[in-house]
């Protein structure tokens, strides 16, 4: 358990929607950071907040964005839903940036666009 | 070309086997270097971590690390059933904040 819960765990939606993932980071954590991991591959780093503010950005298009909210929880946000965004998306929580071993990963959200 | 590259596998081993599982990597500034074991597409696992270059042992796992090659493995030996998962590798640079990660490689633990 690393304390790091993201919501819903499993959703479907269809091509053209907007879909919110959501984020609570481990007590004590102000970073958040946003992966999407596809099928046979590895996560790949979308963006981080820190502090409420965008602290770092992946190369992923405008349509993901994100929000931090004062407790540190987060948000991610995709609009337009096109058939490749179909992937496990990880939100990974740590102290002011973080590196190595103080990085902690949630479950993850399974997302299928149809 | 990727920043970091991980032999792809998949890898199938008979219970008791050493097992290698091998990472390269192109960015100097790498300092932070991490191997994740991942079930199931579950979230990453951290099981082994390491600040520069060397090797640190935990329990059946030995991780090393060679910056002059940018290169870095995952031995685990008395492989078990259980150790069949996806092994990532992932490596940032100091207070990145981010990770950069291989594809993972899967491995098939036989008994």
């Known amino acids: ?114 | 070309q990727k920043e970091v590259e991980q032999d792809p596998g998949p890898l199938s081993v008979p219970e008791g086997a050493i097992v290698s599982l091998n990472c390269t990597y192109s960015n100097s500034a790498f300092q932070y270097f991490m191997w994740y074991r991942q079930y199931s597409r579950k979230g990453p696992e951290l099981l082994m971590y390491t600040y520069s270059s060397g090797n640190k042992e935990d329990g059946r796992f030995t991780a090393q690390v060679d910056k002059s090659s940018k290169y870095i493995s995952l031995f685990i030996r008395d492989s078990q059933p259980s150790d069949s998962a996806t092994y990532l590798c992932a490596m940032s640079a100091i207070q990145a904040g981010k990770s950069t990660f291989g594809d993972g490689t899967t491995l098939t633990v036989k008994p």
Not at chain 1, 13 to 22: A, I, P
């Open chain 1, 1 to 114: 358990e690393t304390g790091v819960t993201q919501s819903p765990t499993h959703l479907i939606k269809t091509r053209g929607q907007q879909v919110t993932l959501r984020c609570s980071s481990q007590s004590g954590h102000n970073t958040v950071s946003w992966y999407q991991q596809a099928l046979g591959q590895g996560p790949q780093f979308i963006f981080q907040y820190y502090r409420e503010e965008e602290n770092g950005r992946g190369n992923f298009p405008p349509r993901f964005s994100g929000l931090q909210f004062p407790n540190y929880s987060s948000e991610l946000n995709v609009n337009a839903l096109e058939l490749d965004d179909s992937a496990l998306y990880l939100c990974a929580s740590s102290l002011n940036g973080g590196s190595g071993n103080t990085i902690y990963f949630g479950e993850g959200s399974w997302l299928t666009v149809v």
